[in-house]
């Protein structure tokens, strides 16, 4: 049975749960089988971490996500694996009572418990565009982030701004990297980014007791390390230079790569080609709509979604080598210059010479 | 004696002009000694048509010659560009109007070869089956053989402080030996590139244009060019636009050994001048001791 | 024998200083060559692997310097004995221009070591243009050593005295001089023809407006009219005093046989242009046929200048129009290396700033030598 604090949810979660969400993890992170059972081992233990979870400018579709999170119901498991301290959506409290649930909670776990950031943090206006219990969400992310051990900033918004971020931006939203400064954060970005993607990061700081390794925004590597774009199945016509055109023609029911719709693919980071999302493990160029870049800050909700994306490295089978290959040497300024002094001085002495001879002969 | 000597002066003159001048009036090399195909020269025969641009042979070529890994501008790994002194053979792309076509270029181990008729220290020669190879203990690193390449084959190593010229051997010293053929065309998936005698290869590929003529320009490109080379080509693709140049039937060595010879052979017309110079300069050295 | 005298006079001038500066720097990027390779410190490359070392330090330096050629020939075979006093300042040009291309090719190729192969039976390659230009040069200089031999053996020798090793030498050189001057015409006949030689390998690379089966034929006359172009450049340059009119008589006529020998230059050049049906090609105007154009605008000018007696008179004439038909054959053999050479469609070459200084200052060590030598040395003859 868990033990739920006022949670809508009740389920049973059995040994059988832990060792499949293990499992997952494991995929998930790319390690060996033979990490499972510490991983289970971690998740029976039964002292957990507080953690406070905060939510701003937000759809509140990274909850869900993690909700819909299935076999096994890992929000169940989860939710017996950290202690839930503080969460607007799923705690049945409100109002007074569950503000008071929260200063109690910072008070009881000070300085260890961490802190889930969801949703963008509006700054214009002094952050009055969010306003949660008569604070602004700038002063309470800094409020409450003071004396929390790490954040964990989930989904697009809370990363770098996400959709109330795009332009012009009327309300300053920015991500919590922007605000505070002296806390390690960990973003996991996405729209909403795979729930076993945080699950993941959780599990394997719970068992190894440290973050896995980050890229310099904060993002796992196991999940950000690498381009779509190279990741995706689709990525041998992209090469042979086979492409949709228009929806629903041939190219695009013959499946071909949708680079030409303005899959921006191949200029963000992510893993949804490998692990994908729901049941049937689908994700958007599978079903044949092309990536928008919900991930990438300047990418989603920035560049337009038929915009053709950048394309930083060319793919090896295309590169073949051009029938004349002309190696130019652009002349530097300073040979030219002295190509040009060289010639100059000999038509100067040669003239100078000149002047100085007679023009006919002396009689 | 005045007018003696001048005469003899005009005739000297008239006669080096005269020979220097004979190919302006023949039109045509005094070669003495062309250089012909012989039946046991060794070749390959190259057809455009069946490649399908895999790069195996590059792949094979560098690890049977043991190249390093050349990198393209942008950074991506093992993709030359080009011929260079790290890869002596390249697959190229052509895309144009007529289609699109895949060309190999390596050394074309001409049958009178330019790199061997003007390297001053025969580090280039053309051995008894037809291989043009290089050897760095001759070479001194004059780079003529790079200048007078019609088809700019041979690369050097200007980023080395003692750098040697590279190109495609047919892989004589590896290869050749172990399997009987080169690198490039044992890893040939499609046959689009076979090893032979010339003369066979030849047979081969004027049969190809009789059995499909509807697949071929009509042409085997290398039968004549520069005096015919031993790496032949077919191609739907016009030559020119696979880079092949235009070359005329003849090499340019025999044109340049025929005038060499005219004017050299034996050094006998040097030594005749220098006589008779000498002579003068004698005759006109008695006369002016009497100042 | 002559009255030929040291000039004399300081030896370290401003002059002198700036151009020994100009030779440091040389020699620095000299050494970065020998330690990195060609490729560090030219824009050589394999599409255009013969720039201006080749090409300025070998080819126009040569040509360049060939008064020593021409001298000899209307010195020793014509017996114009009057034009004897030319003929020592155009041996030392030539002897330190020669001295100066061969040492270039010690950086200019890749594996100098070798250069030795020319000399050793079992390398030697008689069928090269080459290598037939690499020997005859060697022996040239050899030649040019022992012309120049008995300028620095009276320098040493006690005025007037016939004794002594040294004056025996300088009569020993004297007896043989008929056999080493006549080597100092074939000689230079045939690697100047061998230097235009090199380019008919080049075939098609080489455009149809200057390749031609002539191209060594060529190359010996213009060498021969830019012969008694430099000599009569350097005595203008050197003397201060025209009032001879017999002197200023000699000069006109070597830029009058200059003229002629130039005037069929001009006319051979045409007759391939046109044979070659390249003459649309000058229309284009493009790189390749503006400089083709300068080469025949450098040469109508230079001719211009001394079109008849009159105008040779006049020293200030001389000096033009011999500099100007100089700049013709000298550009000649930039474009026909350089300009005019395209291995692949879009290669373009320029040398790059230390390449430039290298030929620039083994240049202005010629100069440096050269100067310096005729100031202490009996070199040239003053009025």
Known sequence: MIRSKNLFVEKEVGRRDFLKLSTKVATVLGLSPAFIPQFSHALEKKDKPAVIWLHFQECTGCTESLLRAEGPDLAAVILDVISLEYHETLFAAAGHQIEDQLHAAMERYKGNYVLVVEGAIPTKADGHYCMIGGKTALDSLKEVAKDCAAIIAIGSCASWGGIPSSGPNPTGAVGVGEIIKDKPIVTIPGCPPSPYNFLSTVVHYLTFAKLPALDDLGRPKFAYGRLIHDQCERRAHFDAGRFAHEFGDEGHREGYCLYQLGCKGPSTYGNCPEIGFNREKTWPVNVGHPCFGCIESKVGFNKSIHELSEVPFAAPPQVYAKIEETGNTTPSLVAVGAVGAVVGVAATAVAMKAKKLPGSEEE | ?291 | MGHAKPLGGKIFTPPILFLSALFLISAYFLVLRYINGIGYVSNLTDNQSWGIWKVIGVLVGAAFVNGGYVTAFFVYIMNKGAYHRFVRQAVLFSLLGYSFAGLSLTYDTGRYVNLLNFFIPKYMQPNSALFEVGVCITAYIVILAIEFLPALLEKIMPEGQAQGLAAQLHGFLNKILFLTVAFGVVLPTMHQSGLGQLAMLFGQKLSPLWQTPLISLLYVISSIFMGFCIVTALECVYTSNFKKKEYVRLLGTMMKVAGYVAILYIILRWIEVVRNGAVGQAFVFDLKANFFWLEWILIIVGLYFVRNEQARFSPKNLFLGASFMMSSGLLYRLNSYIIGYQSVQGQSYFPSFPELMISVGMFALQLVLFVTIVKIFPVMEKE
Not at chain 2, 39 to 56: E, Q, R
Not at chain 2, 109 to 118: M, T
């Open chain 2, 1 to 291: 004696m005045k007018i003696k000597r001048r005469n003899f002066l005009k005739g000297i003159a008239g006669a080096g002009v005269g020979v220097a001048a004979s190919p302006l009036l023949t039109g045509k090399a005094l070669a003495s000694e062309v250089k012909k195909l012989k039946p046991n020269h060794v070749g390959m025969l190259y057809d455009a048509t069946k490649c399908i641009g895999c790069k195996s042979c590059e792949v094979a070529c560098k690890k049977a010659n043991n190249m390093p890994i050349e990198y393209d501008p942008a950074g991506i790994y093992d993709a030359p560009r080009d011929l260079s002194e790290k890869t002596l053979n390249i697959i190229k792309l052509y895309k144009g109007p007529e289609g699109t076509s895949f060309v190999k270029r390596q050394c074309m181990h001409c049958v009178d070869p330019n790199c061997v008729s003007g390297c001053p220290t025969s580090a280039l020669n053309k051995t008894e089956n037809g291989i043009v190879t290089y050897d760095k203990d001759a070479c001194c690193g004059c780079r003529y053989c790079q200048m007078n390449c019609p088809f700019n084959i041979p690369k050097f190593e200007f980023n080395d402080f003692y750098g040697e010229i590279k190109k495609c051997e047919l892989c004589r010293t590896t290869s050749l030996i172990k399997d009987g053929q080169p690198a490039c065309t044992a890893a040939c998936p499609t046959g689009a590139v076979i090893f032979g005698t010339v003369t066979l290869l030849l047979a081969e590929a004027k049969q190809r244009l009789k059995d499909s003529p509807g697949d071929y320009i009509d042409h085997v490109y290398g039968e004549f060019e520069g005096g015919g080379t031993s790496v032949l080509y077919l191609s739907k693709i016009p030559f020119e636009k696979l880079g092949l140049p235009n070359l005329p039937d003849y090499s340019q060595a025999s044109l340049s050994e025929g005038i060499q010879h005219t004017l050299y052979q034996g050094l006998i017309a040097p030594a005749v001048i220098y006589a008779g110079l000498a002579a003068i300069a004698f005759k006109n050295r008695s006369g002016k001791e009497e100042d």
